[in-house]
């Protein structure tokens, strides 16, 4: 991954956790780059980036009729809380 990935990564978790995103607490995916500084808010690397992290089960996704809704994976807990502390 490279380094502005890994950046927008660390920012999208602490994000979420400074919210207390965990389980049935959930946000957009459109709230996400919120905060991004304006040349890191590109929509397809956010997108992509988002994607990633999905397959890796540290965000999972909750489908609504008005969106995707995403929140962080408690069972990753650990592994999060490090990433972010690093």
């Known amino acids: ?41 590109s929509k397809k690397e956010v997108k992509k980036v988002i994607e990633e992290m999905l397959k890796q089960g540290l965000l999972l996704s909750k489908p609504t009729n008005y969106g995707l809704e995403v929140f962080l994976n408690i069972q990753k807990k650990i592994e999060i809380e490090r990433f972010v502390e690093e």
């Open 1 to 41: 991954m490279e380094k502005i990935e890994e950046g927008i990564k660390r920012f999208i978790l602490r994000k979420l956790v400074r919210h207390r995103m965990w389980g049935g607490k959930h946000t957009s995916i459109h709230n996400i780059p919120k905060g991004l500084p304006d040349c890191l808010r």
